[in-house]
Structure formats: C-alpha cells, structure tokens
C-alpha cells in the first residue's frame, strides 16, 4: 500500500495548506480518501493518473473534505473518462452533486455511482481478491465515517526445500500456497504446515478524521499497520477540541496506543498554528511510532 | 476603475492556470465577478482584503466560473463575516448553495442574499451614488450574463478664474460644480457653463463571458471603457467555438471594433494552447488596443 497526502489541513484552503484528500494505492487500485477544494490540481501537482481513480471516500459533507469533488467529476467529463466512477459518502452527498451538475448541462458520459451511507455501525463498501474497504463511524457535529482499507492475506510461501525432500509432485505446488494437503511421492497426505510458511502478515490503513476523541473505534481499529487520525488542535486547546467535536494531538496519540497500531499519522492541522512539530512531540508523549502528514509526502504501508 | 485578473483560464482548474474570477475596485467597493475553484486562495495570494466584497456577480453556472463560490462563502463564515453578502447569479444558485450548507450545517453568521436572474434582457442590478451595474445578456450553452460597470459622471470643474473673474462668492461654489447656474457679484444669473469645464469622461467595464460571437451586445456596450471579451480559442478552430458557443480571439476584436470600445481584454483560454501571444496578434488583425488578461494583472481603467 502507498498513501499519498494530497492534502492535510483543516478549514479553508490556502497556498501552501491544501484541505484534507489522500490517495492510497494498493496493487493497482487508486482510491481517494476526501476532496477538498482545489484537490484536482494537487492530484496534477503530485503526478497522480488520477483517470485511474474509480472510487472516491466522502468521510462528511463539511466543505475542507468535499468542496473539491463536483469539479474533480467536471474533469472527469472534460478529459472524456469513459470508466463509471463510484462514489462513497454521507446521504446528501449524490443529490448536492447532482444539482451542481445540472444546473450547468454538465451530463457524464461515464456512469456514476453513489452509494450513500447512514449506518452508524461499521459497513462494508467494497472487497475483491485484494482487500475490503469498511466505515469506520466517528464522532463528529454532522455524520461521519473513517474508512479501513484492509489487505487480504496473500498465499502460503512455499518451503520449497521440504517440498523437494518430500518428492511432492510440482503440480501439487499451487493447491499447497493456497492452503490445502497434498499427497507426497508415496500418495501419503501431508499436512499443509510442514510445507509451508504464513505468508507476510496483511496490510491495513484506518483513516479517522474528523472525529472527536472516541474509544469506541479502538476494538475495529486494532493493530492496524498505519493509522490516520486527526489531530487540529495542540493539548492547549483541548477545550476547542471539545466544543469542535476535533482531537488533539495527544487525543490521536492515545488512540493508537490502545488500539496498538504500528505507526500513527497525524493531519488536519488547524491553520492557528505554524509550527507543526509540536503536533508530534505531543503525540510522542504517549505513542512513539507517530509521523507528521504533509501535503505531498508519501508513506509506504 | 481597477480590475485584477484573478484567474483567466477556461475549463479545469491547473497548477498555473486558474478557472475565471476578476476583482473590479471602484472607489472603495470591491466587486467579485466570477468565482472558479480555488478562487479564495488566489484572492489570498494577490492580498485582496476579501472580506470587503460585499457583492458578488456570477455570469453562468459552469463550474469553471462558480465552484469556488461555496468554498468562499464558508470562509467568510469561518473568518467571523458580519457584513452582509449580496450574490447575484442564475436561477439556482441559491439551491445550490444552500443545500451544500445545510449539509455541512454551515449556517453563516451573516446576511446572505441571492438575487436570482431569469430574464433575457439587460437588468440593473445595483445603483449608488457612484455607479450602475446592468446585466447584458450573452448567448452560450446554459443562460449566461456578462455585466456592466458604469460609473457616474463626476461633479462638474470649477473654472476658478473665470468665477473670481465674475465676482461669483464662493459659497455659490459647489452648486456650480453641481451644474446650476448662479448669480455673480450684480446679481446677474450666470450660465453654469461659462464658469465649468466638463467633468472627466465616466469609466465603463463590460464583462462578456462565456459567450459566443452576438452582435446584439453591440449597442449596450458601445464605447465602454474597457472591454473583457472571452476568446476561448484562436480562428483555426472557429468551428469548435461555434459548436461550444464560445469565440475566437478575432470574433471578440470584431465585437471590440464595432461597439468602438477603447481597450480589449481577451481571455478564458482554452487549455490546449500554450502560446498566449497568437491571441493577441489575431485580435490585433481588426482591433489594435487589444491586451491579454493573466492570472495576477492588474489593469487600471
């Protein structure tokens, strides 16, 4: 998985703070986790094919997390996109967009899909042979989902040496990485363990923002490889935090050591502060593993 | 008059290329006129006190000239705006915009009123003591105004010399520079034009876009100061602009020579040309005091 901060900060968007949208690609896939204003041009900014994008995340309707998306769909239509193009958000989201396009003639020539959500428990959006994408609902002042993109374990690793010892025939090879026994030279069956490895432990990203601090995404989020969580405001404003239905940096922090992630990724930045790295020195109190989002930078899941 | 070209680009917002929005300063008022994506963050880079404008003019509802406007609203809002907005713009504007706040539950802490325009003919919008604001109707895909920005004449010139000549007391001053005639030192009426020179000649703006090629402009815009005039495209694809219903850079001149406008202004290019230039010199062919907008210049009118 690589995840692509197109933009991490919170409110208006400025010249060099672009609102919040993210990229994440895993083995061809091309998903876009919200679109602020002026996401389009970051995505041209960044390099992304952004024509390969085919489903795009609205975690909620406030402007910094959506503004962006009917011009990015404009695009779609000017540059001739033909793929249909699935979009996931809170219900609202398909008749805004819609309205916006109509009152120009703006007609797609792709299909266009909206799959509005309301549920406030987690919901599965998406799975193939790759991974499964589910909500992951937050707690903010209008309805809100994170999203948790989780890799699907790949096949067994074949101990190739074992395999060999045992004359177990070739053929046999593929049915062994995927699970099953197989018979060895003297058609005994053998286990599939003794001939094979786990294979690498499977990928996940939880996105969380915006949300206020809430203990009860923990149990779905648990031991998540990368976890985003939003962080606009430093430990001296956790009353704004409160009355804003937002996190502190040290609110994210504790979230992901309960939920013992690997490593912690802090973004949404309120735009009242200029230094960004007491975010992390604050996170860090509590969490070491803790990173700084910034427009442009790039993580390796 | 002094206009600011804050994006001149036709279609998709690009990195270096912004959708259209222009700011008109007419003795302290500050009037937007158009608002594509990412408008809010050039006003920012061109240090415009946004928060002066009090009316906003939008010509049609393609995205390129109105996706930035929700995004502009909202940061009034987040900035603590109290001064009233007054936005002027097709029927449906205010659908648009308020169901997107309503579903970010953004409701402003100022006044805010749509002034929804149907008809096909020229409407005034806005009178003062200063200037008038007239709609003109231009011919495009979906129903588009451009607007015009007529300033009043100026008080008429006192011929100090020729008033203390006559014997005319001062106090009798400022009803000359008003046009009245007045009595000299003998109590005769003297004629307000023997003791006043014309005022300077009142500055007009004409805002034309999108439109295709409409002589019925003509007579509305005759002798206007300054002309902006869309040229989304060079002559070599006429075709393309009349099947778009846009103009080339040479139906804008020829709009330009027959209203006997003093200076054009093209722009709205389209994103397939690199060289600005052969705008210029097509338009120049019929109409010599020709000018190309860009992004961030400034004409004093």
């Known amino acids: 998985m690589k995840l692509t901060i197109v933009g991490c900060h919170s409110a208006s968007p400025r010249f060099d703070a672009n609102p919040t949208a993210q990229i994440l690609e895993v083995k061809g896939h091309l998903f876009l986790i919200d679109c602020g204003e002026g996401t389009q041009v970051q ?4 390099k992304i094919k952004f024509a ?4 795009i995340f609205i975690s909620h309707l406030h402007g910094d997390h959506f503004f962006g998306l009917v011009g990015l769909i404009s695009t779609f239509k000017l540059l001739g996109r033909d793929a249909p193009l699935h979009i996931y958000g809170p219900k609202g989201i398909k008749q805004a967009i819609l309205l916006q396009l109509k009152l120009g003639k ?5 299909e266009l899909y909206f799959h509005e959500l309301e549920s406030n428990k987690p919901t599965l959006l998406f799975e193939d042979a790759i ?13 809100t989902n994170g999203f948790l993109f989780q890799q699907k374990p790949g096949e067994r690793i074949l101990n190739i ?25 003297q058609e005994n069956i053998v286990s599939n363990t003794a001939i094979t490895f786990d294979p690498a432990p499977a990928k ?18 648990s031991n998540t490889t990368l976890l985003y969580h939003e962080a606009t405001f430093l430990h001296q404003h956790a009353q704004l ?10 609110q994210a922090a504790l979230i992901a050591h309960k939920a013992k992630v690997g490593k912690l990724l802090l973004g949404h930045y309120s735009g ?6 007491e975010f992390k020195l604050q996170a860090q109190e509590v969490f070491t593993p803790t990173e700084l989002a910034m427009d442009g930078k790039i993580f390796e899941i």
Do not use: W
């Open 43 to 46: 995505l041209r900014k960044f």
């Open 52 to 55: 390969r994008i085919k489903h």
């Open 106 to 110: 703006t007609y797609t020539n792709f």
């Open 131 to 143: 991974l499964s994408i589910t909500t992951i609902p937050l707690k903010h002042r209008v309805y």
């Open 161 to 185: 040496q074992k395999a060999t010892q045992l004359g177990i025939d070739s053929s046999y090879y593929q049915k062994a990485k995927q699970g099953f026994d197989v018979p060895d030279s």
């Open 204 to 221: 996940s990203y939880a996105y969380c923002s915006d949300t206020a601090y809430c203990e009860q995404i923990i149990p779905q989020i």
């Open 241 to 250: 935090a409160l009355k804003t239905m937002h996190s502190t940096a040290h």
């Open 272 to 277: 009242r502060y200029s230094d960004y790295n």
